[in-house]
């Protein structure tokens, strides 16, 4: 269980890990059970709320499940997502839900960063999390996260006081749990279009053969 200030005892990853009592993983990495749920259950907002990109009434709804050091996540962020949002979210015809699932406490602690930031600027921040991942991923991750953060608008007192905020941290893993319980999420990206399940990465072309039938009902 990760603990108030988990993210200011030390200046290395495996000083952050040990601080928790050597728990690595946040998550019950448990096989996935469900493949298709319904929207209303999905779409049921998490404790923190959730953060959108799109039009409220688009047609499909797409909610990634997402770990901010994930590899995965990060190729999906680069490759795939600035097409999507391109073609389907900024002409009105996806709605984009970006749910935090952090698979180690480096990615819970940029994950709060991003929801500590104003709220226009949370994309903005999750997509240089992304970018700078190689940067900030590392042995000493608290100076580059700082340094990321300051160009948010934080201070060092917010940072820190951001990555002491227990209640957001339960928030988070409370959502987490609620993913891999309900809707079979053990894995990172995993994607819900319209409610089916996707696991991993997930190209443009492959996710616009899922979207495109979609569009075209009704």
Known sequence: MITRRTFLVGTSAAAIVLALGGAAVLHDARPATAQTITQAELLVPPPLGDRVLGKDDAPVTIVEYASMTCPHCAHFAETTFPELKKQYIDTGKVRFIFREFPLDPLAAGAAMLARCADKD??????????????????????????????????????????????????????????????????????????????????????????????????
């Open 121 to 218: 600027k949370f994309f903005p921040m999750i997509e240089t999390l992304f970018q700078l991942q190689r940067q900030w991923a590392v042995e000493k991750p608290i100076p580059h996260l700082l340094a990321i953060a300051k160009q948010a608008g934080f201070s060092e007192q917010s940072f820190n006081a951001c990555l002491s905020n227990q209640k957001m941290l339960d928030a988070i893993q409370a959502e987490q749990k609620r993913a891999t319980d309900k809707f079979g999420v053990n894995s990172t990206p995993t994607i819900f279009v319209n409610g089916k399940k996707h696991a991993g990465a997930v190209s443009f072309e492959d996710l616009a053969k899922t979207i495109d039938p979609l569009l075209t009902k009704g």
